[in-house]
């Protein structure tokens, strides 16, 4: 920006800069000038900024009191978020009064908040994302140089943050530091929602779960989980510990196999609480909800999307047990034949009722090999289905082999 430009606009209140070929986002010598203009910034977001490697300079920090939502993301030459002050040798002190969100994704150089000898304060931070920066540290490192000086300041004080946050997305190697590191138990007890990204163990830490027990929507992608939860040796001892999740998001889950490993009365303990599962992008997955003593009795809506290896989402006795359900979408998995088989045990008395009694939506999308929603002989009723969607199912010539009831005002 320059002076000129600047007067354009008087009171900037969210500014976004997307690829924008430029060294520094504000030129010091017209910092007076253009302070007043920012004073009233409350949002501000950089993605795809290549030539960037500061957002900041320390001067300007005082002047952006209103700040409530910082995101930088794919800045692949970014440094530090604040430049280092090339006259004052004291030790920095920055606040960020009113940034309730700050996101950082996709920034393999970011090393530091301030290159310098610095505190900071975010009384405010609710929502946290770290992704895809190698570079930084969020835990304390009593490494020291000659001088001694700590060899690398922490992004920030993350125990004086983590009371306060309510959202969080972390890199597999933080998850690991979280694990590691003693944290009172009581410093994540606001924690409601948790992603975690490129995390490369072959199951999902359960102990999280024991540690954030609060939480209420768990994320997970690009992981190297060959199935999401495992009970062995853990759940039998921690089961009831474990928080109670709402929501659960798979996505490019591509080692995944299975969501559990071993069939358990504790894992029930996982699921039944769960309102939401949608699962995205996870190639080598075959079948999703498998005949088990699992419990899925309070799930509202079930998702799947682009899952090649997919060949049906359900069992029969499972589908039974899904009282609560009001959405069911499935997109895009060209292996599916149908979307509820037949339990082994039931292939000599398929003359049973599957009762769907809130089902309200059934979307069905590009399922290339889809031959009908199940070959069972059910007689399937669905008393409160609203919409009915079959596109892009060409070998499809009838829904079920057995008996159909939905209400005469139904939108096909």
Known sequence: FNIQSI????????????AINVDEIWHYNQLPAMVPCFQSLTRLIVWGCDKLKYIFSASTIQSLEQLQHLEIRLCKSLQEIISENRTDQVTAYFVFP??????????PELRCLYPGMHTSEWPALKNLV????????LSQNDENDQFGVPA?????????????????????KDITMILQDDFPQHLFGSLKQLRVGDDDLACFPLDLLERFHNLEFLYLSDCSYEVVFSNEGYLETHARKLALIKRLNLTRLNHLQQLWKHDSKELDFIF???????VLHCQNLLSLLPSSSVSFRNLTRLETFACKKLMNLLT???????ERLVSLRIFGCPAMTEVII???????????????????ALSLFDLDSLTSFSSGNYAFKLPSLQDLWVIGCPKMKLFTKGELSTPLRLNV
Do not use: W
């Open 7 to 18: 007067y354009i606009f008087c009171i900037v209140m969210a500014l976004e800069l997307n």
């Open 98 to 107: 009113r940034v309730t969100t700050l996101k950082l994704d996709g920034l």
């Open 130 to 137: 770290a992704c895809n920066c190698d570079k930084i540290t």
């Open 152 to 172: 690398q300041q922490p992004l920030f004080s993350f125990k004086k943050i983590l009371p306060n946050l309510e959202g969080l997305a972390l890199s597999g």
């Open 272 to 278: 039944q609480h769960l309102q939401i599962l949608r």
């Open 316 to 322: 029969s006795s499972k589908a039974k047990s899904l």
């Open 342 to 360: 037949s339990d082994e045990d039931e292939t000599a008395n398929l003359k049973e009722e599957i009762v769907f009694s809130k089902l309200s």
